[in-house]
């Protein structure tokens, strides 16, 4: 249908649906089932089948599987037999990491996908965006992407920005009258909004008329598909590595099996220990598990409520050494509580706190009835009328729809008896000209039941007062003079001095109710200030304290007065006693080059606007700071995306800094900050364990098949024994580590440069150093008992075995530090407990259970030679760990 050409009345007969009620839960759940969710057609994913056999893609894999045929086909059924079934087996347990991985995201993608306000059974409601159905109404104001495609119906001042349909980036100013003629095409459709597309300005009600693939988007869905997957930092190094390493390792291996050959080896036996040994050594799960990592550690973020929308945020979060932060809502409980009232001169105290409508109104400690003064009636009405929010009652519990700030006035007049509802009935609102964060402030044009026309502004109070010609003076309007401007601005410090958000009330008397905006917001009558107190949140100062401790300085930043904003950053001990405080004026007048030679020593800008966010961010990011950045504003969209780490907010936020952001605070809280960068840090620790595990454990299995060729003695351990050990040892534990908690001072230490590379702070020397002792420790446990009788070669290859397996599974609680393995618990990680535990069982089964020794080669082992076996393989790990706690004494 042509949804555009049709009135209201039209489009909503035609859907049948009741604007002032929406639809049902019933009837929205009847149109889903019949027309389906609300979202686009995603491109195929690869079906469970072909990720198994892409488990065996690897060139090696494919190497060793030909090696092993070739055994069966030369009689050697057994090992062929046992050989595949590992390589299956190994498939299989990189098959469940995959899927891990894969489940981690999709459930990351569901967590931060967009919702909508929905009318339902005449209640509105948030509900995420796919389960939107044609004929639902939905409203949305600046900075909502919107859900579906939808029929406008009611709009004030409302913009919509179309460039993913148009290509158009100048927002599109939207009506509601229907177009006749040719509008074929969607930039020309303004009585209409389509999915995708963003508010810019204002506010609209609309019916949805498409949605899914049916929308103007839907037409060009499959352009979304071909969005590839974005890899970290971390995982594009850990690719070439990984490439370099195979090289490595390939070179090393052929070096092992050429030496083998021309000590009188057969081709045969090297070839196939010289694969098998290649296959072990070559890290090529390296990059799926840091991926499963990541996964695992942006799961945990999730219960901590923060949502990691783009991977690469979890690394930076370790590096942040700035967090700029809002303060309302962020840092404050964000439930603002009117507790003072100034009108010419004269303050009343309100009690009662948060959105509960029960509260007295007290002047000079004497309690009166708000009713019997005409100018705080007046003021506290006009307060209502220009809120556009809503206080909404729930079986005796009441809560907020919409803006804390008008909340607070609307809860503050409700405690006076009066009611919005039935102001509404009195006042008509004719026009809203929204809240703009450059303005600082809002206002309405009314029309009273005489039909006179006035308009009521509401905002920073010196912006209302510039804008001012009169003051309402003991319920008398004079001329603003000198003196009048003087006693307002003293109330002003007054209450600001008491931490508390002022917000000025100021009306005008119209001729008629369609007046521009600059006309109806001048020569405004000011009436007088309500002062509001968003008490800061109780975990807030021990979160700003612990970032101090991990080198990451927090600053503070508020549309707020300067005395307001300081009073609270004091009381968080975010501003120390040589810290400075900035207003939006100054900051103006400086330039970025100027900014960035003052900016370390500020802690606080306060009055300052979106815009100003982005200049402070180039300024510390140009100072060589990892800049933290929150926002929730359309405006403050530039300065996230612009930071090295931008966070919206999961509640008050804008869909636009929501989608420009990389992490959301579902709480809005800035512990949740704190948090979030405590477990970015240990995710990339996590990291760098089992890089250190794995690639020490790999050195070590190379370097004792290596030392044995040199030395001319026959194999230490036969290939099927060298594939068991990468089953057993790099599977389970590796994961494990990826479990680890962070260790105690994980917020103690500096931020981590972000240059950095891979093997820094001494991670090669460990990784070369812990795998040549391990090497070196199996090949003597082979020596010795192999030289003690020589005739038992299969029992000595046992005991090698054993060795390496127990080496590498003590070397794993000791990758769990950069320390020694002294330092850590080792029940702190149960996870890690019960993979080293069914490692050695499973090498013990290999050991002792019969059927399984002529498959592995292996044969039991006597009691006396395990304290042997055991001595030798904690010798590598603690014979390190003594070295670095002697360093420590001297």
Request: charged content about 20%.
């Amino acid at each position: 249908m042509k949804w555009h050409e049709l009135t209201e009345q039209e489009v909503i007969q035609s859907l049948n649906v009741d604007i002032k009620k929406g639809l049902s839960e019933k009837e929205a759940e009847n149109r889903r089932k019949k027309l389906g969710y609300n979202e686009l057609a995603e491109g195929k994913r690869q079906s469970n089948l072909l990720l198994f056999f892409g488990q065996f893609k690897d060139f090696m894999v494919l190497v060793l599987i030909a090696a092993t045929v070739i055994s069966g086909l030369l009689g050697e059924y057994i090992d062929a037999v046992a050989i595949i079934a590992i390589v299956i087996l190994n498939g299989v347990l990189g098959f469940i990491q995959e899927k891990k991985a894969e489940k981690s995201l999709a459930a990351l993608k569901e967590l931060s996908s967009p919702q909508t306000t929905v009318l339902r059974s005449g209640k509105w409601v948030k509900i995420p965006s796919r389960e939107i159905v044609v004929g639902d109404c939905i409203k949305f104001k600046s900075g909502d992407r919107i859900g579906a495609d939808v029929r406008l119906i009611q709009v004030s001042s409302l913009e919509v920005e179309e460039s993913a349909l148009t290509g158009e980036s100048v927002p599109v100013g939207k009506h509601t009258r229907p177009l006749k003629g040719n509008q074929g095409s969607v930039g020309d459709m303004q009585n209409m909004a389509f999915m995708g597309t963003l508010v810019t300005r204002g506010s609209g009600v609309g019916v949805v008329v498409a949605t899914g693939m049916k929308t103007a988007m839907g037409q060009i869905a499959d352009l979304l598909q071909t969005q590839e997957q974005q890899l970290t930092p971390m995982q594009r190094k850990l690719e070439e590595l990984g490439k370099v390493l195979i090289v490595v390792a390939l070179l090393l291996t052929v070096l092992v099996a050429g030496i083998g050959v021309m000590q009188g080896h057969a081709v045969y036996e090297m070839f196939l220990a010289g694969v098998s040994l290649a296959v072990a050594a070559i890290p090529e799960g390296l990059p799926a598990i840091v991926t499963v990592a990541l996964a695992l550690g942006v799961q945990r973020m999730i219960k901590k409520n923060s949502i990691v929308r783009k991977l690469p945020a979890v690394e930076t979060l370790g590096c942040a050494t700035v967090i700029c932060s809002d303060k309302t809502g962020t840092m404050t409980q964000n439930q603002m509580t009117v507790t003072d009232i100034w009108i010419s001169n004269k303050s009343w105290k309100v009690t009662g706190a948060g959105y509960q409508p029960a509260g007295e109104f007290f002047e000079n400690g004497k309690k009166i009835d708000p009713a019997a003064h005409k100018p705080l009636k007046q003021m506290l009405m006009f307060g209502m009328l220009a809120s556009t929010s809503d206080i909404i009652e729930t079986n005796g519990e009441y809560s907020l729809d919409g803006d804390p700030t008008e909340g607070a006035l609307i809860v503050a007049g409700m405690k006076a008896g009066l009611a919005k509802s039935k102001l509404l009935k009195q006042f008509h609102i004719m026009r809203e000209f929204p809240f703009d964060s450059d303005r600082k402030m809002m206002s309405v044009i009314v029309q009273d039941k005489d039909g006179k026309c006035f308009a009521v502004a509401k905002g920073a109070p010196d912006v209302i007062l510039e804008r001012s010609t009169h003051v309402l003076w003991h319920d008398r309007k004079e001329r603003l003079t000198e003196q009048r401007k003087n006693d307002i601005q003293k109330a002003i410090f007054h209450q600001a001095n008491e931490a508390l958000r002022t917000i000025a009330v100021a009306y005008k008397p119209l001729h008629t109710g369609s007046l521009p905006q600059a006309e109806a917001e001048s020569s405004l009558i000011f009436i007088g200030i309500q002062g509001m107190i968003d008490p800061p949140r109780p975990e807030v100062k021990q979160a700003v304290k612990e970032c101090g401790e991990a080198g990451i300085k927090t600053v503070m930043i508020t549309g707020d007065h300067v005395i307001t904003a300081q009073a609270i950053a004091k009381e968080l001990e975010i501003l120390p006693p040589n810290g400075k405080v900035m207003d939006g004026s100054s900051l103006s007048k400086l330039t970025i080059e100027e900014l960035e030679e003052v900016v370390d020593d500020i802690y606080v800008f306060a009055r300052v606007s979106p815009e100003h966010k982005l200049k402070i961010v180039k300024a510390l990011q140009n100072k060589g700071h990892i800049v933290a950045m929150t926002g929730d504003g359309v405006n403050d969209a530039p300065a996230i995306k612009a930071a090295d780490i931008g966070i919206s907010m999961g509640m008050s936020g804008t869909d636009v800094a929501k989608e420009a952001s990389s992490l959301i605070l579902v709480d809005d809280n800035f512990a949740t900050i704190k948090a979030a960068i405590q477990e970015g840090r240990n995710i990339y620790d996590n990291i760098r364990k089992f890089i250190r595990y794995l690639l020490a454990s790999n050195v070590g299995e190379i370097l004792v098949m290596l030392f044995a060729m040199i030395l001319a003695l026959p194999l230490p351990l036969v290939p099927i024994q060298i594939l068991w050990v990468n089953l057993v040892t790099d599977g389970l534990p590796a994961m494990a580590l990826g479990l680890d908690p962070a260790e105690e001072d994980v917020l103690k230490r500096k931020p981590r440069d972000p240059k950095e590379g891979i093997f820094s702070r001494g991670l090669g020397w460990k990784i070369l150093s812990r795998g040549f002792l391990i090497g070196l420790s199996t090949l003597l446990v082979f020596y010795f008992i192999y030289e003690r009788n020589t005739e038992q070669l299969a029992y000595a290859q046992t005991a090698a075995f054993a060795t390496l397996v127990l080496s590498q599974l003590i070397l794993v609680f000791d990758s769990r530090t950069e320390k020694t393995i002294f330092d850590r618990n080792p029940f702190s990680n149960i996870y890690l407990l019960l993979a080293v535990f069914s490692s050695i069982i499973l090498m013990l089964v290999v050991i002792y259970y019969e059927p399984l020794q002529p498959i592995f080669h292996t044969t039991p082992i006597m009691a006396r030679d395990w304290l042997f076996i055991f001595v030798m393989s904690a010798l590598p790990t603690f014979l390190l760990a003594g070295s670095i706690l002697t360093r420590k004494k001297r």
